[in-house]
C-alpha cells in the first residue's frame, strides 16, 4: 500500500483530533504501527440463508463471556468488539491477520476501511472457519486481526505540467514501445 504508515504517535494524534475513532481504545492494544481487534457479535448463517446474531462477547458485567465453541470446519461472521470510524479524507485501515491464529486454526477473511468508514454505523466484520477437523474455541480475548493505518494524504500532488519537449520524448518512447511491442518504462537513448 501506498502513503505512511501511521505510528503509535500520530495515531493518538489523530484520535485527540477525533479524524480517527477506536471505541472501545485500551492502550495495551496500541502497538508501534497496529491496534489489536477482538471478537464482539457472532452471526451464525440460518436456515434461510442470511446471517442472525448466535453470540455476543459484548461484557455487559464483570465476568468475561465463555468461550465459544466452533465445530468442526464451522465457518461464522465476527463483528470486532471495536468500533472504529474513520472521519478524515486521506486515511485508511488495512487488516493484517494475527499470528496467533495460525497455531489456532482460525482462518480470517477481511478486507480494508476506507474514509468516512463507520460514519453511517457501518461495523468491521470478519468471517472467520475454524479450520481444524475437531472442535475449536473462540474467546473474548481471542487476537483477530491487527489494524495498521496508513495516511495518504501526502500523496496528493497536482498532475504535472508537461513541456513541449517533455511531449516530444514521451511521443518517441510511446512509438518505439510501439514498434517493439514493449509496454515498459524505456530509457532515452541520449
Keep these: 500500500m501506498f502513503g505512511n504508515l501511521v505510528g503509535r504517535r500520530q495515531l493518538r494524534t489523530l484520535l485527540e483530533n477525533k479524524d ?22 457472532v452471526l451464525h448463517r440460518d ?13 455487559r458485567s464483570k465476568t468475561p463471556a465463555p468461550p465459544l465453541p466452533l465445530g468442526a470446519n464451522e465457518y461464522v461472521v465476527v ?37 468516512k468508514y463507520g460514519a453511517d454505523g457501518e461495523r468491521i466484520r470478519f468471517g472467520l ?17 491487527h489494524v495498521e493505518f496508513f495516511d495518504l494524504r501526502g500523496l496528493e500532488t497536482e498532475d504535472p505540467v508537461l513541456t513541449e519537449e517533455d511531449r516530444a520524448v514521451r511521443s ?12 515498459s518504462t524505456l530509457e532515452d537513448d541520449e
Design 20 to 41: 480517527l475513532i477506536i471505541s472501545p481504545f485500551e492502550e495495551k492494544f496500541l502497538r508501534a504501527s497496529h491496534y489489536t481487534l477482538h471478537p464482539g457479535r
Design 47 to 59: 436456515d434461510a440463508g442470511g446471517w442472525s446474531d448466535f453470540y455476543n462477547f459484548k461484557n
Design 79 to 115: 463483528e470486532v468488539l471495536e468500533d472504529i470510524k474513520i472521519l478524515r479524507a486521506g486515511i485508511v485501515g488495512r487488516f493484517i491477520i494475527a499470528s496467533s491464529n495460525i497455531e489456532s486454526g482460525l482462518l480470517i477473511v477481511a478486507g480494508q476501511v476506507d474514509n
Design 129 to 145: 472457519k475454524n479450520l481444524l477437523p475437531v472442535e475449536n474455541q473462540l474467546t473474548a480475548a481471542t487476537r483477530l486481526a
Design 172 to 183: 518517441k518512447r510511446i512509438a518505439r514501445a510501439h514498434d517493439d511491442g514493449v509496454w
